[in-house]
């Protein structure tokens, strides 16, 4: 989820131009045959970086939610919007958990075109998406990636590249963008989410969306169920307005709250237009 459009989104070689459907070529150390969630996301937003095993794996999934690409671009739209948000209140660090591929108006993009100074440390556990951030770190001396995995949240936070690009004495903000239903154990997530706010000095905030799709058959989980098996991930759940809103007990919850994410704080033009019951949450907490 982080590209600027002065780089070549991708790196030189990436692609095959000689394929017939100008295929990404795997990175050393990437299984082009088994679906990345990361790779499945950027075929949702219509983006090239996905093999056919992701975008196979996508197309079933999208079987089960036919409106999942919407879903996927509110959620892009709530990110520009709360780093923006973010950026008016004088936040000027950001740790994005979770950043996956590159795609247009990125963190880094929304946060320095109003501030400059800001600085920016994306984290994703997929090889390629790593592949992307080395293009970013070349030309932008305030963005930092790093390999993490938000399942050992506190290696994460105290990883040296993290400290050593942000000021946990100041005001951090803390990105978990459409990544904790991939934490299918309550009791986990609400560890994840406890691990990496500890740090978090008083001004600092939390910023999460999530998916909450309803009901689905039995016959319908167990295929979504059957998909995700291939990643690696360790599953994938829907939680509830409540089960979402506890992720931010003990913050001040900026208005309006947790809600469908295209109510969060829209443009006057913004409009979404959604058919089903499939949707995302999304909230922001501020550490007093």
């Given at each position: 989820m982080f590209a600027s459009p002065a780089i070549k989104a991708v790196p030189s070689g990436m692609y095959d131009e000689g394929s017939a459907v100008n295929?990404?070529?795997?990175?050393?150390?990437?299984?082009?045959?088994?679906?990345?969630v990361a790779r499945m996301y950027d075929y949702y937003l219509g983006g090239k970086d996905n093999f056919a095993a992701d975008r196979e794996a996508a197309e079933k999934i999208i079987e089960i939610l036919p409106n999942l690409p919407d879903i996927a671009r509110e959620n892009r739209d709530f990110l520009i919007r709360a780093v923006t948000y973010l950026s008016r209140q004088g936040v000027r660090q950001f740790l994005d958990?979770?950043?996956?591929?590159?795609?247009?108006?990125?963190?880094?993009?929304?946060?320095?075109?109003?501030?400059?100074?800001?600085?920016?440390v994306y984290v994703d556990n997929d090889p390629i998406v790593l592949v992307h951030a080395r293009a970013?770190?070349?030309?932008?001396?305030?963005?930092?990636?790093?390999?993490?995995?938000?399942?050992?949240?506190?290696?994460?936070?105290?990883?040296?590249?993290?400290?050593?690009?942000?000021?946990?004495?100041?005001?951090?903000?803390?990105?978990?963008?459409g990544v904790l239903h991939f934490i299918p154990d309550d009791e986990e997530a609400g560890?994840?989410?406890?691990?990496?706010?500890?740090?978090?000095?008083?001004g600092s905030y939390l910023v999460v969306s999530h998916g909450s799709i309803g009901e689905l058959?039995?016959?319908?989980?167990?295929?979504?169920?059957?998909?995700?098996?291939?990643?690696?991930?360790?599953?994938?759940?829907?939680?509830?307005?409540?089960?979402?809103?506890a992720f931010f007990d003990g913050l001040d919850l900026v208005e309006p709250g947790v809600v469908p994410l295209h109510e969060w704080r829209p443009d006057a033009d913004y409009a979404v237009v959604r058919e089903?019951?499939?949707?995302?949450l999304g909230g922001m907490g501020r550490i007093s």
């Open positions: 295929e990404i070529k795997a990175p050393a150390g990437v299984d082009p045959l088994k679906p990345s958990v979770g950043a996956g591929l590159p795609t247009q108006r990125n963190v880094h993009q929304v946060a320095q075109e109003l501030a400059p100074e800001s600085r920016i970013i770190l070349a030309e932008n001396d305030r963005v930092r990636a790093i390999e993490a995995d938000m399942r050992e949240p506190e290696a994460l936070v105290d990883h040296p590249e993290v400290r050593e690009h942000l000021d946990f004495s100041r005001p951090v903000a803390v990105l978990l963008l560890k994840i989410v406890a691990a990496l706010r500890t740090p978090l000095a008083a058959s039995e016959g319908q989980e167990e295929e979504g169920r059957k998909v995700f098996s291939q990643t690696s991930v360790p599953g994938t759940t829907s939680r509830s307005l409540d089960q979402v809103r089903g019951k499939a949707g995302a």
